[in-house]
């Protein structure tokens, strides 16, 4: 039998504020609009890459910068905004992100260049991992019980619904072109949200933090970040620039780095230390199990959703509109699952991830007959069946790995446990876009297979991920016990 350890140091970093002050209804409501805003941004931008394309004149390496510019900065600092939350206050940090999100918003929507929009995007990413973690956090140090449940379930529906809401609302304003401004108001509508977002914030969130905080992680995160940038810059834009000599070098380093990483994070924890991602929390059962299922899920799930938005408009020619419509079968099916979720998983228990990536890999199979059968006639009523059983699937799975990864996360690691799930979450989607949508854009351009035969490759490759998590989903321990 696996048993939990914690990590040496945090066994007596007790939460300085005791959940004396509980999180209410409408704080609640708060940290998950902040949780809400970095991923919609993640994802709004897919339906506007021909727009932005069109206007800046991007290449296509460029484009898929403005996505995963994004990912990059966010996945990598996430764990130490979560450290610097527990040093000088989650909602201090929950503010201050807030704050620098807005203003980088405004930078994205004003970027005269599609160079200044990629910087302003990874500005935007490392904004977000500021507030992002102070979310989970926050959850975890003031609430407990069947609130913290509750509340846990309402953050994985977020999650997952906002990825959706994001294509949707990025269609709409892109369709209605507000004033001339294109794809602008993508980014600039973030504004107004935030600063509603900050007056809230500073009415309804009480303030808490660690009693012994540890420190971060300096040399951590830079072999992480190097790691990272080694394994997702070659893969987007190598075969865009035709494979120069230091994409290769890039490449042959990233097992190295990610070794060093490694031996740096064990080496450190044995010292007494809180490495950036520490090999105890790693080794709970529920984080390591829950986290083994993530990654295929959430690999497949950023890449179909770049490759099936560019397959809406540069294949079937939706337009944004269109396209967010096209998108809205599978929203409404996972905000129904999802709400549902906590009343699943009290009947079948982790069974819940197993049947949900079922019920997605059905949607995959209709979809793939149906381009089989319609392309390129196909319109959003021939879309529907298989994106609204994609969206239940979804809907079931997502929700219920954030409860199982995040249920045995003792109170004093809320930071740690938060910071290592949405890492893994936000890397597995950069790493879908590289993988999945630089293989589709190398493939679908003319001369090569076409667009729908590389859309359905994709969709193939999801299919295979899809029954990875259904196979890794029977270790999952059960968040009943």
């Not at 989970?136 to 906002?162: C, D, F, M, N, P």
């Not at 977002?197 to 540890?214: I, Q």
């Not at 490449?251 to 031996?263: H, K, N, R, Y």
Request: proline content about 6%; overall charge positive; charged content about 10%.
């Amino acid at each position: 039998m696996t048993t939990t350890q914690e990590a040496p140091a945090t066994r007596n970093s007790v939460d300085a504020h005791p959940v004396r002050s509980a999180l209410t209804p409408a704080g609640l409501i708060t940290v998950l609009l902040g949780a809400a805003l970095p991923i919609v941004d993640f994802f709004i931008v897919n339906v506007a890459l021909p727009t932005i394309d069109t206007d800046l004149k991007a290449s296509t390496a460029t484009l898929e910068l403005v996505v995963a510019a994004y990912g990059i900065t966010y996945a990598l600092l996430l764990v130490v905004g979560g450290r610097l939350g527990d040093a000088f206050g989650r909602r201090r940090l929950f503010i201050a992100g807030l704050a620098a999100f807005t203003i980088t918003s405004l930078a994205c929507g004003i970027a005269p260049t599609a160079e200044m929009l990629v910087i302003a995007r990874a500005a935007q990413g490392a904004s977000a991992a500021l507030m992002l973690p102070q979310v989970l956090s926050i959850i975890q140090a003031t609430t407990h019980g069947e609130k913290r449940s509750r509340a846990l379930g309402l953050y994985g529906a977020t999650g997952g619904i906002s990825t959706v809401i994001g294509q949707l609302l990025g269609g709409v304003l892109v369709a209605a072109d507000i004033g001339g401004t294109g794809w602008r108001p993508i980014f600039l509508v973030n504004v107004p949200i935030g600063i509603t977002g900050l007056l809230m914030a500073r009415k309804t969130l009480p303030e808490s933090r660690a009693a012994n905080p540890v420190g971060v992680d300096r040399l951590g995160t830079l072999l992480l970040g190097f790691s990272m940038l080694s394994l997702l810059i070659p893969l987007m834009e190598g075969k865009a620039l035709g494979w120069p000599v230091w994409t290769i070098v890039l490449l042959a380093l990233f097992p190295f780095s990610a070794a060093a990483f490694v031996a740096v994070e064990r080496r450190h924890e044995r010292s007494g230390g809180i490495p950036l991602l520490p090999p105890s929390v790693m080794r709970m059962p529920s984080m390591r199990r829950g986290l083994t299922v993530a990654v295929p899920f959430f690999v497949g799930f950023g890449g179909f959703m770049f490759v099936y938005a560019v397959t809406l408009q540069d294949g079937l020619h939706l337009g944004p509109l269109g396209s967010g419509a096209a998108l809205t079968p599978m929203a409404v099916g996972f905000f129904a699952t999802s709400l549902a979720g906590s009343r699943l998983v009290t009947k079948f228990g982790h069974r819940v991830v197993m049947l949900g990536a079922g019920v997605q890999l059905l949607g995959i199979l209709t979809l793939i007959g149906t381009t089989l059968a319609a392309w390129p006639d196909l319109n959003v009523l021939d879309l529907a069946p298989g994106m609204l059983l994609l969206g239940i699937g979804q809907g079931m799975a997502m929700t219920t790995l954030f409860r199982i990864v995040l249920s045995k996360v003792p109170t004093e690691l809320a930071g740690v446990g938060s910071g290592v799930l949405t890492t893994t979450q936000q890397t597995s989607l950069a790493l879908g876009v590289a993988t999945l949508g630089s293989l589709f854009t190398s493939l679908s351009v003319p001369g090569a297979m076409g667009m729908k035969e590389a859309f359905l490759l994709v969709m193939v490759l999801q299919a295979a991920l899809t029954m990875v998590v259904i196979a890794t989903g029977r270790l999952l321990p059960d968040p009943r016990d």
